[in-house]
């Protein structure tokens, strides 16, 4: 089917995802085609369409814990997701508008303004019908990670983030026009581990520093001091490795000092221990798989996978992380 008219966008991002077939997630004309799509790569939630027929399409590229998409309705539609949950968005119209509502929240999304999505607030949108957003999706827990990588420590209470965002110009620009330029002419590179996680903490930390959030004061008074080159090498193989069986012993190794000053630096500098984090990054791995690995048909195999032999305690942990239990993630992906 052809692309909806909003595919028309001008500038720079105009074409962005596009142009790569493999990155489509759907075309299609159909709502509950549309809804159970959609879905499946944010969450499930209520969609209706005012006026005009469907001529929906989504790209999707995963990058780690943060994911670059691209969707248009083709169609005036109204989505109540409600709270987002375990994850945040980033919404920036290419073309059209969206009236959004998050929390207290209200705005006007135009090509100039986007809106940058709380994940613990009631959130309903209205998009036009000529509306092509660009979609970044990040973890809520990778947020927090990072976050308390800068700090020190973990967040207290959740993120709340300031709705609009002034988008096309300074660093978060810049960002998605090098995201769109890597993704079209170097995709190979975004699949691998090593590239990917430090395309997700480009983005975060940029997000972070970008958009006025409840922790913006905290950040630029109490944050720490850049990490010792130690703990970086340590969080770099573990994006890159993390199926493998890592000991302390053995990241002390690769990192070129004794376990004792391993842990220091990470709890120093992470807030977390080398292991916990080797966890973290593992359960979002597992939550990557749950969600877009067709291949994977349970949830002990994803589980397996990254290296969680005892089931229970690893449900537990998933639960504590995300919100709800590895299952419910399974049965999202297979809501379609």
């Known amino acids: 089917m052809q692309l909806p008219p909003a595919a028309t966008a001008a500038g720079p991002l105009a074409r962005a995802l596009l142009g790569d077939p493999a990155r489509c997630v759907f075309a299609s004309t159909d709502v509950a085609e549309t809804r159970a799509a959609v879905g499946r790569v944010f969450k499930p939630h209520r969609l209706e369409v005012r006026g005009t027929r469907l001529q929906a399409r989504m790209h999707h590229a995963p990058l780690g814990a943060v994911s670059f998409n691209r969707l248009a309705y083709g169609a005036d539609v109204t989505i109540d997701p409600g709270p987002l949950g375990d994850f945040l968005l980033v919404q920036m119209p290419l073309s059209g508008q969206a009236d959004i509502r998050c929390g207290d929240q209200h705005i006007l999304s135009t090509p100039d303004s986007a809106s940058v999505l709380t994940p613990a607030d009631a959130l309903a949108m209205r998009w036009s019908a000529d509306s092509d957003q660009l979609i970044v999706r990040i973890e809520r827990s990778a947020l927090d990670r990072i976050c308390a990588a800068h700090l020190g420590r973990r967040p207290e209470r959740p993120l709340r983030f300031a709705l609009g965002m002034a988008w096309r110009t300074g660093a978060w620009y810049e960002l998605m026009r090098y995201l769109a330029a890597m993704l079209e002419t170097a995709p190979e590179s975004a ?38 080159r130690h703990v970086k090498v340590v969080e770099e193989y573990i994006h890159a490795n993390a199926g493998a069986e890592l000991t302390p012993a053995l990241l002390a190794e690769v990192a070129g000092v004794s ?78």
Not at 191 to 201: I, K, V
Not at 279 to 298: G, K, P, T, Y
Not at 303 to 325: D, I, N, Q, T
């Open 191 to 228: 699949r691998h581990p090593l590239t990917a996680c430090q395309l997700e903490q480009l983005v975060i930390g940029t997000l972070l520093t970008a958009q006025p959030h409840s922790l913006s004061d905290a950040l630029r008074e109490h944050g720490k001091p850049l990490a010792p």
């Open 259 to 336: 376990v004792r000053s391993l842990f220091a630096g990470f709890r120093e500098h992470r807030g977390t221990g080398p292991m916990a984090y080797l966890r973290m990054v593992r359960l979002e791995r597992v939550r990557r798989d749950l969600l877009n690995d067709a291949s994977v048909a349970s949830v002990s195999a994803a589980a397996l996978r990254w290296g969680f032999a005892h089931l229970g305690r690893f449900s537990a942990e998933y639960r504590r992380a995300f919100g709800e239990c590895p299952a419910q993630t399974l049965r999202r992906r297979g809501a379609g």
